[in-house]
């Protein structure tokens, strides 16, 4: 069966980096659409980024000029991975992974997306980032 489980979550302070992992499993790894979501504290979840390894398309909604987030991902581990830089009070939330086909879906690589949209998930991991 699919599996996606998130790691590398924690606490940090304003300023710090993280890197999430996301190893999966049960899929063909390079021909799904990865992305990441976080939800707020009594918020809906949201889209982060989402990136393909065979097509090299990467969308964050992050402005380009901030550049905090990054998204990457290693085939031969079948894992993506999220960088944050630059950490903020307002990063904090549960992140998670998820998995969608088919990559031939735009909108699986934009802000428009939604959890509908994915279909395989991780069970999330906390981030919480102190002032």
């Known amino acids: 069966q699919v599996q996606l489980v998130e790691f590398r979550g924690g606490l940090a302070h304003t300023g710090a980096s993280l890197s999430l992992s996301c190893p999966a499993s049960?899929?063909?790894?390079?021909?799904?659409?990865l992305g990441w979501f976080s939800q707020a504290p009594g918020k809906e979840r949201k889209f982060v980024a989402a990136?393909?390894?065979?097509?090299?398309?990467?969308?964050y909604t992050t402005p380009v000029e901030e550049g905090r987030f990054t998204i990457t991902s290693d085939n031969a581990k079948n894992t993506v991975y999220l960088q944050i830089n630059s950490l903020k009070p307002e990063d904090t939330g549960v992140y998670y992974c998820a998995a969608a086909q088919p990559q031939s879906d735009f909108k699986l690589f934009t802000d428009s997306a939604t959890v509908d949209d994915y279909d395989y998930w991780g069970q999330g991991t906390q981030v919480t980032v102190s002032s």
């Open positions: 049960g899929l063909t790894f390079s021909t799904y659409a």
């Open positions: 990136g393909s390894a065979t097509t090299g398309h990467t969308y």
